[in-house]
């Protein structure tokens, strides 16, 4: 019976209305928005007022976002695999928690056979790069971390250039990139100011190309378990010889490597960025258009 009236449903005349047919779980990009039923109260399950309000605009508007927030948290692998249009992605972005992106130039391994814990140095193509897939994948800041004083005056150079008039002017697509990345000295303080910002301290997320045994391991397909909390998320990424156990032991989640079906997947760590992005935040439609 569930059969026959899923696909009754789409024959002209059987449900009164044909607008309700189009807003039905899997016809468009979300999937339908919750239904509300007398009694208001029905233990301790209350109907919104705004159900009740009567306001159409407002019912519509709650609606859409109900929907998309509902295919964000329970079916993103589905919603990432149709097309969306503009309007829609801008619902989902406001469904998917803060997310930021953190490049460690300090609490990562150093050193050839003796590893030990230390500082890198920054490259002017790390800045660049990882802001724009950054901003691709909407990034709300990338932070750049490290603690020595000469090398935050190359990144803060860099920057500052990229908001001048004549910056602005040479490449307008890198300004706008560039202009969300933050320096920062230490770990500690990225978590203090994305705390203040969103009034919640982040999740933090660590990366690696080596496969872990942590309980706490996650794949590329476990963002509803991240995002249920609704916290801001950092995407912790390391230089070097990859983040120090004194990061990876601060981590809530880490991801698993990405992998090919190769024996090597050292990337660097701009590569690592954008592929990681993509395979968590990113748009896989399966048809053109
Ligand atoms: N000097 C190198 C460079 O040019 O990028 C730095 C390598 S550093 C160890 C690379 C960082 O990228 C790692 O700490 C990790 O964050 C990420 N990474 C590299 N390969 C990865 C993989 N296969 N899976 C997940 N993350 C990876």
Not at 203 to 222: C, F, P, Q, W
Request: contains cysteine.
């Amino acid at each position: 019976m569930m059969f026959l009236e899923g696909l009754l449903r789409f024959v002209p005349g059987v449900v009164g209305k044909a607008e309700s047919v189009l807003h039905d779980s899997f016809t468009g990009s979300f999937v339908d928005h919750p239904e509300f039923t007398e009694p208001v109260n029905w233990k301790g399950h209350q109907v919104p007022d705004v159900i009740r309000s009567g306001n159409h605009g407002a019912l519509k508007e709650w609606r859409q976002q109900q929907a998309a927030r509902r295919t964000v948290l329970s079916h993103f692998r589905w919603l990432r695999e149709s097309n969306s249009t503009q309007e829609e992605k801008k619902l989902v972005q406001a469904c998917i928690p803060p997310h930021y992106v953190v490049l460690m130039h300090d609490q990562v391994m150093v050193g050839g056979a003796e590893k030990k814990e230390g500082t890198t140095s920054v490259t002017s193509i790390d800045v660049h790069d990882i802001a724009r897939s950054s901003r691709t994948y909407g990034i709300k800041n990338y932070f750049v971390v490290t603690p020595l004083t000469d090398q935050q005056k190359i990144v803060e150079k860099l920057l500052n250039f990229w908001q001048t008039d004549i910056g602005i002017e040479y490449n307008p697509e890198r300004h706008e990139a560039l202009k969300r990345v933050r320096l920062a000295s230490c770990l500690d303080d990225v978590i203090e100011q994305i705390k203040k910002n969103e009034g919640t301290p982040p999740l933090l997320v660590t990366t690696s190309a080596k496969r872990g045994k942590e309980e706490n391991s996650i794949t590329y397909h476990d963002q509803s378990c991240v995002w249920k909390s609704e916290s801001p998320v950092v995407l912790l990424f390391g230089t070097g010889r990859g983040l120090s156990d004194s990061v990876m032991q601060k981590a809530d989640y880490v991801l698993i490597p990405v992998e090919g079906f190769s024996d090597f997947n050292h990337l660097s760590v701009r590569s690592a960025v954008a592929i990681i992005l993509d395979r968590w935040l990113g748009t896989n439609p399966k048809n053109r258009n």
